[in-house]
Nanobody, 122 residues
Framework: QAQLVESGGGLVQPGGSLRLSCKASGRKYEDYVAAWFRQTPGKEREFVASIRWSGARTRYANSVEGRFAISKDNARDMVYLQMDSLKPEDTAVYFC???????????????WGQGTQVTVSS
């Protein structure tokens, strides 16, 4: 399995921006999907965005469409999540994940990072 390490979380005011980063290392699939999920206490892990490693096809949750952008740097094995126009309801722990196909179900992903906290508050 690949190892994933997220960074870039923090405290930001409503309307502000943050960029999350995810570094992948170790075993990687020939063609895989990288995704961001988020989770708040007492709730299930929620799909945020995904991107195919080849072709760069992206998908977004309705709640973040138009505000968040997922991207990747193949040469550096990095995945990013640019988050703009942040709202208090975006507050969560954000996780990077890898899988073999695009899916909204977190159980479809086999490698996970440790998570990074994002807090949107004034």
């Amino acid at each position: 399995q690949a190892q994933l390490v997220e960074s870039g979380g923090g405290l930001v005011q409503p309307g502000g921006s943050l960029r999350l980063s995810c570094k992948a290392s170790g075993r990687k699939y020939e063609d895989y999907v990288a995704a961001w999920f988020r989770q708040t206490p007492g709730k299930e892990r929620e799909f945020v965005a995904s991107i195919r490693w080849s072709g760069a096809r992206t998908r977004y949750a309705n709640s973040v469409e138009g505000r968040f952008a997922i991207s990747k740097d193949n040469a550096r094995d990095m995945v990013y999540l640019q988050m703009d126009s942040l709202k208090p309801e975006d507050t969560a722990v954000y996780f990077c994940a890898l899988g073999t196909r695009t899916a909204y179900d977190p159980n479809e992903y086999t490698s996970w990072g440790q998570g990074t906290q994002v807090t949107v508050s004034s």
